[in-house]
């Protein structure tokens, strides 16, 4: 019996990568045990959105409109159209091209945590999961400290449920509900065609197409006492409008 004739399996791309993100994740836990956390989750946000904003630029022309309405200080909650695709990811650029200095906590899609060597970035700089279309009541909770701490959030009106190929959209309405509660402003973001700019599922890319992003001035009206369902109309209408 020849005892060397086993073979042994061979490291592929996936094993790799996933090793990459496994050994990110615990460099990360060392980091913020040592009491070095804030400075590498800052520093993080910054080189990662630095990176995709250069890129952006060169290959779609991006830029941002409305970048005043960005809150220097205080808390508030970006709003963009859906979690699901790339609106989350140009959200993040969009707000770090207003305000260097402030980090989004944004909603993403529970695909790009699937993504091997993106998920302990996304961890990283407390990006929140929706899956089967819904954010869990731990991590509403965490949103809410967030705002308490005077951070930006970052969430969406709609989300993805998704079975085979039939999708599904849901409408969050939590947004409302955790604004009113923590009385903070949203923001709402317009990011027209971007589907049609980056397919993230497909990874198809188009370069004949630009991206300009439209941050419109703080929505208040639910801290006016306006019903929630009448605010989520307006939010659908304004974002929609250029879309």
Request: hydrophobic share 45%; charged share 25%; aromatic share 4%.
């Amino acid at each position: 019996m020849d005892i060397m004739s086993d073979e042994q399996p061979q490291p592929n791309l996936q094993s790799l990568t996933s090793l990459v993100d496994e050994g990110l994740f615990s460099v990360f836990k060392i980091l913020d045990a040592i009491g070095l956390g804030a400075a590498t989750k800052r520093g993080t946000w910054q080189v990662a959105t630095s990176l995709l904003k250069q890129a952006f630029k060169l290959a779609f022309g991006f830029r941002v409109q409305g970048m005043e309405n960005i809150p220097a200080t205080g808390p508030a909650i970006i709003c963009t159209r859906s979690s699901a695709g790339a609106y989350p990811i140009v959200a993040c650029v969009a707000v770090a091209e207003s305000r260097a200095d402030r980090i989004l906590h944004q909603v993403f899609d529970i695909e790009f945590f699937k993504i091997t060597g993106i998920r302990s970035l996304l961890h990283e700089i407390d990006a929140i999961e929706v899956n089967d279309a819904k954010i869990l009541p731990p991590s509403l909770d965490i949103l809410a400290t967030f705002l308490q701490e005077n951070e930006l959030v970052g969430m969406t009106l709609a989300h993805e449920r998704r079975s085979g190929d039939e999708k599904e959209v849901v409408d969050d309405t939590d947004l409302i509900d955790l604004a009113i509660k923590a009385s903070v402003p949203i923001v709402p973001v317009q990011i027209p065609n971007v589907d049609e700019v980056l397919d993230v599922k497909t990874g198809r890319i188009s370069l004949n197409q630009k991206i300009t992003v439209t941050i419109c001035e703080p929505y208040t009206k639910h801290l006016e006492g306006v019903p929630a369902s009448d605010c989520m109309d307006e939010l659908q209408a304004l974002i929609n409008l250029i879309e």
